[in-house]
């Protein structure tokens, strides 16, 4: 059988995939610290990438039970929304450690590097930035054209940073991975300092009590800008201007909605056809 017609099985995910096809890579503790494990296997021909939560004896900063519940919103995230920058959500096997999410296998390279190779010209993250002006902007422009759909379904981004983005710089794709702690509605701040990365997050995201809704996530949109964009011209200082006030730190001066900051983003994007090659 095809991993797409199954629904269940009894074994556990690793002797499941091991059964079926050649696994060709693996993603753990040593890559991430959820305590999901994944992997990429290619079964006729066929690569997918497959997501687990780990075995339950497996320590990690989530404890499987909610690495379980992450999953299974990465699927209700998954049917809210299709687009082509989001691989689809092909299947999920329900297993004795949770279940098996199978998406097909996506070449790139993660844009995220460590601390002590971000400022290396060779890292992912350098040659992101170092992109063609027009290319890097087409790249923002589909990571925000995502969110304003999202926002519009109810969905509030959470732990979104340089990790959950692909970019195949052969092919210039770029694609977004890993949104499982997306919340389906504006939430409260229960925990202090939220999942992320520092350089992403609002301070609402490290205050205990405070809200979270679309405003933040106008706000680490306006982060992606900053942190890529580099203000050396005009036409990059217009796209700075939009994420001054996506970046606000009160919420109340933010845009209050995806769809303004992407309105805006587009105004100051609009002369780039004229100018990138000069930029």
Request: hydrophobic share 40%; with cysteine; proline share 6%.
């Amino acid at each position: 059988m095809d991993l797409l017609e199954y629904t269940h099985t009894a074994e556990t995910p690793e002797v499941f995939l091991r059964e079926r096809g050649t696994l060709f890579a693996r993603f753990d503790q040593a890559t991430q610290d959820s305590g999901n494990i994944s992997y990429g296997v290619q079964i006729d021909g066929q690569r997918y990438f497959v997501k687990t939560a780990g075995a339950p004896y497996e320590p990690a900063f989530l404890n499987h039970d909610e690495r379980v519940y992450w999953l299974r919103n990465a699927t209700r995230l998954a049917a809210a929304l299709q687009d082509p920058v989001l691989p689809p959500l092909l299947n999920a096997i329900e297993s004795p450690h949770g279940p098996l999410l199978i998406y097909p296998w996506i070449d790139g390279e993660s844009v995220r590097t460590t601390a002590e190779q971000r400022d290396d010209p060779s890292s992912s993250f350098q040659r992101f930035r170092r992109l063609p002006l027009a290319q890097l902007v087409d790249a923002l422009t589909a990571i925000f054209r995502v969110h304003v759909a999202l926002a519009e379904r109810g969905w509030i981004a959470n732990d979104f940073y340089d990790g959950a983005m692909l970019y195949d710089f052969d092919r210039a794709q770029l694609h977004l991975i890993d949104l499982d702690l997306y919340r389906s509605a504006p939430f409260t701040n229960d925990m202090g300092r939220l999942f992320g990365s520092t350089r992403f997050m609002a301070p609402e995201e490290f205050e205990r009590g405070a809200r979270i809704d679309e405003r933040t996530t106008v706000f680490t949109m306006g982060r992606c800008i900053q942190l890529f964009v580099d203000p050396t011209s005009d036409l990059r200082r217009a796209l700075h201007d939009v994420a001054e006030r996506a970046c606000q730190p009160q919420p109340s001066e933010r845009w209050p909605h995806m769809a303004d900051f992407y309105a805006a983003w587009l105004g100051a994007t609009s002369g780039l056809a004229h100018s990138a090659n000069t930029d």
